[in-house]
C-alpha cells in the first residue's frame, strides 16, 4: 500500500480511487465509509460488499471518480486512514490510483501458452501495464519476448544442485524487485520458490497450477488427472505461499475431457483454460479486486 | 409493493428487509441510502451497487438485519420512501421483508419437468413458498401436484377458437389472481398470454423459453436450432411482455449438443437447462433481486 | 450379460441390439466385428470405437437394428460369442436389447432432489424404466414415492451400531435383489455400503458424489470445498466400489461459487449439479455405453 | 482432395492416413469399408460413424496406421474411390496424410487476439502448420507476424470504394492462392468476402463471428447482445458462404455476463472466446474432421 506510488499515466478510461478494506462487521460501517466519501464529494461508480457469518468479518471495494475529489490519492489515503483505524481494519487495506500504471514480473520456463497470451492482451492494450521483466529458466521465449521491447533474462536452474539452485533464485529475485512490480506471475515457471521469496512476494506473487486444485497436486497434474480418469480437468490461479500449491485461490475454470484424450490432449486442452484463469486472476489482482481472508480470497 | 402483505412467518434464516431502488445517478447516493438506514441502527447484511454509464442510472439493493432497526418493515417503507422521492427514484422501488412467506402461480401444460423441479424444491424446503395453484390447458400434471397437497385446475385451451380462448384465459386469470401470487410461473404453459394480462402481471410473471434468445424465438426452437447445426442449445426465463419471447431476460444458460443429437436428444438435453434456468428467475425475482431497466435486468 | 432376460416391451422408438465389447487391439478388429454383422444383414446405425495406446487395449460399442437380423437377440449373442472368444475378449462384453425394459433399483436418504428428478424423467418417459424399488433408510421420500405407484421400504441403519447396520443391509440387499435390477442407484443414500456388497453389485451401483471427485473426498464435501476456497464446486457420478469413492468415474460437472456462498449455497447450488450428473450416468450405464477399463470407464 | 500434395513431412507422432465419406445409409456399409482396409492389412485407430436418419445419410472418418499398410497414400486414395464410388459417396470424400503438413493462410485487420493465439499455438508446435502468409487491411500486425518469420502483406481496404475493394480482393486472393493454404482463416478479418471468391474458397474458408449465431448477425454484435440484455455471450466459427454469417457452423461457445458488464467488457471477455472457438474450428479442420451436410457439419 504504500511502497512510493510515483508514476502516473493519463488513462483512456476515466481514473478512479480504489478503497479496499477489510474489517470486523457491525451496523453502520457502509454508512460510516460511504458517508467518509460523500462529505468529499466522492462520486461513487462502483461497490462491492461482503460479509462473512462464520467469522462476522466485513469486506468492501469501492470505485471513486478521481475528479470527483478536491484532492489526490494521497490525501484521501491519509484522510481514509483515519476511518481504517476507527473501524479497525486489517492492516492490508489499500487506496489506489487507477491512473498509477501496473507493473509486472512474469516467469517462465519452457511453455510459452500463457506468455504469448499475456503479451497479446499486452499489445492491444487490454491489459494496459509495464511488463518489467521476462524471466526463464530457460531461453525458449527469448525472442518471442523481446520482440515486444521487454527485456529477458536466462536464469538457469541446475537441477539437483540446491545451492546452484539458491544462487539462481538470489539472482531471480534481484532481477524481479529492480522493477518493482506490483505482480509477479508465475506463467507455468516449474520452479518451487523458496519460502523466504514466498514471503516477501506475499500477496503479490501469482501462480497458475495446471489442475483444479485442491486435486492434482505437485508434479505432472495431468498424469494424474489421467490415471484417475477424470470427465474434466482444470486450472487454478492461486497466489504463491510456502506450501506447495496451498495459497488462496483466486480463480478456477475446467474443461471437459473423455475416454478418448491422451494425457497429450489433456495438456493441450488444458493450456486453454490455464492461459485464460490466470489473465482472470491478474486483472483482479491489478485492479485491486482482490481481499484475502485467511487462506481464502473475496473477489469483488 | 403495495399490494398489502398480510400473513407472515417466522423463517427458520435470520430476518431480514431488503431494500430495491432505481434512481438517477450522482455523488452521494451511496451515503444517502446508507446514511438513513445507519442513523437507524440498520445493520447492512448484504449490499450491491450498479450504475449504468450509458444512462447514468443509478440501481441498489440492500439487505438489512430487521432486528436491527426499531420499527417495522411498514414504517421502514414509509421513511424510505421520503429518501426515495429525494432522489427521484423510479416508482417501482420496493422494501420488503423476507419473513413474509411468497406465494407462486404455476401455469403448465403436458411437459412435467419444470414442475417437478420446482415442487422437488417446495418438498425440501429450498424453495420455501406456498404455490396457490397450479393450472394447466392439459390434466396430465394433475397427479403430481395433488400428491403435494396443491390445487390443481384443468383449464382446457380450444385450439383455433378465439373466443373460447379468451373465455379460457379469463377463468385462468381468476384462479391465478384467487391466490395473490408474488410471482405467476409459466412453466412450460405453451400458450400466448393476451397482452392486457401481459400488462396486469407485469413484472411479475416469468416464462422459460427453450432456446437461447434472441435465438429461435416462437414456435419448435429446438427444430430450428437442429436444423441451423448450432453446437450449443439453451434456455431463457424472461418476464412475460405483450411482445413474444421479447421481454427482459433475467437468466440464461446452454448445454452442447452435436451432430449426433436428433431433435429428441436437443429436447431432451434441453429440459435439464430449462428447468435450472426457470429456478435461478424464480429465486432471484422472490429474493427481490431483479430491477428492470428498460428491457433489460439488472440481478443482484 | 447372462442374467437371462425374459420380459419384452414394444418400444415407441425402434428396437436395436447393442454390442459392447473390449479386447486387445490388433488390425482387423473392427472389420472382423462390422463383417461379422453384414454378413448376417445387420445394420449399424450407431458405432463407436477407442483404442487405448498405453495399453493397447481396443473397445466398441454398436447398435444393429434389430429387424435387419433375421434371428433374435439370444441368437445374435451366441454367434456373437465365437467372435468375443477369437479376439480374446474381456469378459464382461455383453449384448442387449433395447426393447427390454431396463430396471432400476434406488437407494435414498432424506435428500430427495435426485429421487425427484428421476421420478419426474420416469412420468414423462424419458427414463423408459421400471423403478422396482425405492429404498430409504429414513422415511421422508415415501410419500412421493408411492404417489408414482412405486413401493417404498423404510429400513433404518442405526448408528454407531455395526450389528445392526449389517442386519439392515442384509434386508436392504433382499429387498434390492428382489427386483433383479440393472442399475442400483444411490440417490444421495449416505451410508457405506460394506464391500461385499459392493462385490455382489459390481458394475451395476451407481453413486453420486457432491464434490469433483478426487477433491473432497469422504464426509460434508461442501464444507471442505467452503474451507478451502475453491472457485467451483461439483458432483461425480462413479461405480461402487470397496473403497469409499474411488470408483471408476462416469460422469461429473461444475457450477461457478464465489465467496459470498455459504455452505448452504454451496450445498444448494450443488444439487442442482449432483441431480444432472447422476441421471446422465444411469442413463449411460442403462443404454449399455459404459465399458470398464481398470479403473477407469469408457463412455461411448 | 486432388490440390497435389507434394510435400512430406516426418511428424514426430504416428504417421496416419485419414478416410472421410458421406454416402448414403443401408447395411454393410461399416463392414464394407472396415474389410476394405483389413483385406489390406489397414491398423484402425481411430473410427468415428454418424447416421442422419432424417436424410438417410451416413459419415465417417478412419484413421489408419499409415505403416500398416503396403502403400502409400495415393495408391490408397485410388483404391478406395472404388469403394467411395460403389457406396455412391459424395464427391468431396477425402484420403489424407498427417505426414503432410498443412498450411494455413490468415487474414486480419486490426484486432490481434486470434493472431496471437494462432501464433503461440504454432511456436509450441500444438499447431504444426506453416503459415503462408498473414494478409491484413491494416499494418497494425505485422511486427509480430514478422517476428515469427512469416510474412505479413498489408493490403488496404478503401471504405466506400466498390472498385477499390474490388482491386484490393484480387490482390489478397493472389496473395493467399499463392501459398495454396489448406485452410484460410478469417481471425477477425472485417471485410465480408466477396461471393466469388466464398466460391473458390468453399470449404477452406474459416471465419471468427464475435456472437453466438444466429443471434446478432452482421456488425457490432457485441452491442446488439448488450442492447438485448442477454446473460451471455458466445462466438461461432464456420465455413465462410457468400451469405453472410450464415455458413455451416463449426464451433461455439460462450461465457457469462452480467448487468454490469459494458460493451467494452463483453468486447474484452468475448475475446477470449473467440480465440479458442477459432482454434478449435481450425484444428478440426486441418485434422479432416469435419464433413459437410447441407448447411451443417459432422465434426468427428
Chains 1, 2, 3, 4 share one sequence.
Not at 147 to 174: C, T, Y
Request: glycine letters at 8%; aromatic letters at 8%.
Amino acid at each position: 500500500m504504500d511502497r512510493g506510488w510515483d508514476n502516473w499515466r493519463v488513462s483512456s478510461n476515466e481514473r478512479r480511487y480504489v478503497i479496499r478494506l477489510g474489517c470486523p462487521d457491525r451496523a453502520g460501517v457502509v454508512a460510516r465509509i460511504s458517508g467518509f466519501l460523500a462529505e468529499a464529494g466522492g462520486w461513487i461508480v462502483e461497490a462491492a460488499y461482503h460479509t462473512d457469518p462464520d467469522t462476522n468479518w466485513f469486506f468492501t471495494r469501492q470505485e471513486v471518480r478521481a475528479e470527483s475529489l478536491p484532492f489526490g490519492v494521497d490525501e484521501l489515503r491519509r484522510r481514509f486512514g483515519e476511518v481504517a483505524r476507527e473501524l479497525s481494519a486489517k492492516s492490508d487495506w489499500t487506496v489506489t490510483d487507477t491512473g498509477r500504471r501496473r507493473r509486472v514480473a512474469i516467469l517462465v520456463s519452457k511453455e510459452g501458452h500463457c506468455l504469448y497470451d499475456l503479451l497479446g492482451r499486452v499489445h492491444s492494450g487490454e491489459l494496459d501495464v509495464d511488463i518489467t521483466a521476462v524471466v526463464g529458466n530457460h531461453a525458449d521465449l527469448a525472442g518471442i519476448t523481446r520482440a515486444h521491447g521487454i527485456p529477458f533474462h536466462h536464469v538457469p536452474f541446475p537441477a539437483a544442485d540446491p545451492e546452484g539452485k539458491a544462487a539462481s533464485f538470489a539472482q531471480l529475485r534481484q532481477l524481479v524487485d529492480a522493477g518493482s512490480p506490483d505482480a509477479i506471475v508465475l506463467a507455468r515457471f516449474m520452479q518451487v520458490v523458496p519460502a523466504e521469496l514466498c514471503a516477501e512476494w506475499a500477496g503479490r506473487a501469482l501462480n497458475i497450477h495446471h489442475s483444479f486444485l485442491p486435486s492434482f497436486v505437485g508434479a505432472r497434474p495431468y498424469h494424474q488427472a489421467h490415471q484417475r480418469g477424470v470427465k474434466l480437468i482444470g486450472a487454478t490461479c492461486h497466489y504463491v505461499t510456502a506450501e506447495l500449491d496451498q495459497g488462496p485461490i483466486v480463480e478456477q475454470d475446467v474443461i471437459r475431457v473423455d475416454h478418448g484424450d491422451s494425457v497429450a490432449d489433456m495438456v493441450r486442452k488444458g493450456r486453454d483454460i490455464e492461459k485464460v484463469v490466470l489473465a482472470r486472476g491478474l486483472r483482479a489482482h491489478l485492479e485491486s479486486r482482490i481481499l484475502l481472508h485467511g487462506n481464502k480470497t473475496v473477489v469483488f
